[in-house]
């Protein structure tokens, strides 16, 4: 009966250092786990914010439709321009009183155009699959709108690009992901998005912090 008796203790003291081995080990790799897919999901948030910012640039507004964003990188093209200063005669002010006047003005050069998608992405063609989730196991994309933001009267062009942390972290323990998702800290990635640009909100950063990169 005392060997029987031992054996028991035995099992329990084995099977509760395996509980508290796994509660040290099983965050640890989490976390490994979770940095590596985060650094891979901002790194197209930061592609998508490029070419939304281009977007704005040259139309005025930024995109909500993915096929449309990419056919606008495939054909697009900055205009190159020039600010020089320069004066002019007044010829109202002139008219008026009969006396010669020189006023200041800027003008506006056009020097050429260049390709966006050489400018932003030089030769790749990731940005045809910036909206794909780059995590493996999982098919989805990133969610993403536009519209605009009314302030003051002026409508603002906003857009947002995210995904979910539970969609880039699918396969890993429920309760870490729900901690995770709940976590508030200037070293991680708040709330349970990984998000750039804000749909309520004028911005264009991203919620990351400054580990995987400048999120402005």
Not at 187 to 194: A, E, L, Q, R
């Amino acid at each position: 009966m005392k060997l029987v008796i031992q054996l028991v203790l035995w099992i329990v003291i084995i099977f509760l250092g395996y509980l508290v081995f796994n509660s040290i080990y099983e965050p640890i790799q989490f976390n490994k786990v979770k940095e590596a897919r985060y650094a891979k999901v901002i790194e197209n948030l930061k592609d998508i914010r490029d070419a939304e910012l281009a977007h704005r640039t040259v139309t005025g507004k930024f995109e909500g439709d993915w096929d449309n964003l990419v056919k606008f990188i495939d054909t697009a093209q900055f205009t190159l321009t020039q600010r020089r200063d320069t004066t002019v005669m007044d010829e109202e002010y002139r008219k008026t009183y009969g006396v010669d006047r020189r006023v200041e003005i800027v003008v506006i050069d056009t020097l050429g155009y260049k390709s966006v998608k050489d400018s932003l992405f030089k030769g790749s063609n990731r940005y045809k699959t910036m909206m794909n989730v780059p995590v493996k196991g999982v098919d989805a994309k990133f969610q993403l709108d536009a519209g605009t933001l009314d302030k003051s009267g002026n409508k603002i062009p906003v857009f947002e690009a995210k995904v979910a942390k539970e969609v880039i972290l699918h396969d890993q323990n429920k309760d870490l992901i729900n901690q995770e998702e709940e976590v508030v800290s200037v070293d991680n990635v708040n709330g349970p998005f990984i998000s750039v640009g804000s749909m309520e909100e004028i911005k264009t950063s991203g919620n990351w912090p400054l580990k995987y990169g400048d999120a402005e």
